[in-house]
């Protein structure tokens, strides 16, 4: 935590430290530093599709309903474009990953489970994130929400 609180004291307008802070933050269960962490973020570099996500997926856990409404949406277009431009297909996989738990938990739940289905096949390799798609496809909202909450899934 030092290190990014350091970085943030040398450029106020780095915005990546503000989006570890808020996952650290979120791990201590301290949720009203994660989401000006995330916020913070957000407003340096609105189109971070993670610092969106995390704000969106923040905003559902604390019932902030519409605010969550608009931000998932707002992170999907961002991952949406960035994936009509990336050509490591490596690179799409984790895009798409991020998409489609976004789809799911914006309430697109159709679009989100069949990506995270076909996605299965991509990290058969992968057990880590195999088990993490597996989990989330056995999941209802709530629960995934609040079992998120200590790890969060966005990669």
């Given at each position: 935590m030092?290190?990014?609180k350091k970085a943030i004291d040398r450029d106020k307008s780095y915005y990546l430290p503000h989006v570890s802070l808020a996952n650290i933050y979120i791990?201590?269960?301290q949720y009203d530093?994660?989401?000006i962490e995330f916020e913070t973020a957000a407003k340096?570099?609105?189109n971070l599709a993670e610092a969106q996500g995390g704000l969106a997926t923040l905003y559902d856990y604390l019932e902030k309903?519409?605010?969550?409404k608009e931000t998932?949406?707002?992170a999907i277009e961002l991952y949406s474009e960035r994936l009509s431009c990336e050509k490591d297909e490596e690179a799409k996989k984790y895009i798409r990953l991020n998409r489609a738990f976004l789809f799911s938990l914006s309430g697109e739940e159709e679009e989100g489970m069949a990506e995270l289905a076909s996605l299965k096949n991509e990290f058969n390799e992968d057990p880590f994130t195999l088990e993490m798609?597996?989990?989330f496809l056995s999941t209802d909202h709530d629960t995934f929400l609040q079992n998120a909450y200590g790890t969060i899934y966005l990669h």
């Open positions: 030092y290190h990014f791990q201590q269960n530093l994660a989401l340096l570099e609105p309903t519409e605010e969550a998932y949406a707002l798609i597996n989990d």
